[in-house]
């Protein structure tokens, strides 16, 4: 055999190689593993972190204090979770690492002690680590004592759902350019609802609850989302609802109970707009108000 043959020899060895490799990543199976309702109190780095075919992790119910830092960070690029289930834990940090995984879709982290999702803990200081999960659809950090909600999830352009409820929100975070289909923003401390959010969702917001906060008035952004089919604003202190030509939202269900409308200017203030719900309103809410007469 010359020296050519050789050569000819070799590049077959190596593109069957190549074959075998891109064969053998396709045939990798993917793991799911459930061990909620349990007593860990503790994930292993080779379980959260390394384990590349992982793609489901629900550890819910079980008596973790942190999710760590991964120990080989450079390595975060190689991890295939798109769903991780932390719920009803009692966790005080969840890593940073977390929200670089590339491939996660869903994250749930309701039921904790958490106050913030962004801070690095080192043994020095605490330092703040932007967000690269592009691809999360949807957060579930409800049950927290989260007082504001992250600036990085700005980078989460295809979130579908966020459910931030019965936290201490003092303001709903800015909108940003994602599907967003349904937000609870239920049970927090909110006095008013972004006046850009219409903009951002006006095509997308199917469900929206902001139930259970401060609220003075009915926020002209919410009534202009043109597919919004169920809004829930009762318990707030709402006064004043849009003016009825600025509605274009097809709701099904209009929930007002427990505010004080019909409150020193009379309940003839209150026009409901009757042309915009007239065809798709089914269930409307308006007990323990100050009403004198059903609205028109």
């Given at each position: ?38 007593k ?26 942190k ?41 749930n ?68 350019q ?6 609870d ?19 997308t917001l ?13 926020t ?15 318990c ?47 269930e ?13």
């Open positions: 055999m010359d020296k050519r043959d050789c050569l000819m020899s070799d590049e077959k060895v190596s593109s069957g190689d190549e074959d075998d490799v891109i064969e053998e990543k396709e045939n990798i199976s993917e793991i799911v593993i459930d061990v909620q309702e349990n860990i109190q503790e994930l292993h780095d080779s379980v959260l972190w390394t384990m590349n075919n992982l793609v489901s992790l629900n550890a819910s119910h079980n008596l973790l204090v999710v760590s830092d991964a120990l080989h960070p450079d390595l975060l690029q190689l991890n295939g979770l798109k769903s991780l289930n932390f719920a009803h834990c009692h966790l005080k940090y969840v890593s940073p690492h977390v929200f670089a995984l590339p491939c996660l879709e869903e994250l982290l309701s039921y904790n002690k958490l106050s913030t999702l962004s801070v690095r803990i080192t043994e020095n200081a605490a330092c703040r680590t932007a967000w690269t999960c592009l691809k999360l659809q949807s957060l579930d950090i409800s049950h927290n004592l989260f007082d504001s909600l992250p600036s990085d999830l700005k980078v989460c352009t295809e979130m579908v759902s966020l459910n931030s409820s019965y936290n201490q929100l003092h303001a709903a975070c800015p909108p940003w994602c599907p967003l289909k349904f937000l923003l239920s049970n927090n401390k909110l006095t008013t609802f972004a006046p850009s959010a219409d903009q951002y969702w006006g095509n199917k469900t929206l609850h902001l139930q259970c906060n401060q609220m003075n008035e009915l002209e952004s919410i009534v202009r989302m043109r597919v919004l089919c169920y809004l829930d604003v009762s707030n202190k709402i006064q004043q609802i849009p003016l009825s030509d600025l509605w274009c939202c097809p709701l099904t269900t209009l929930n007002l109970n427990d505010n004080n409308l019909g409150i020193g200017k009379g309940d003839t203030s209150v026009k409901f707009p009757a042309a915009c719900l007239a065809s798709t309103l089914t409307m809410y308006i007990a323990n108000n100050n009403f004198v007469n059903i609205p028109p």
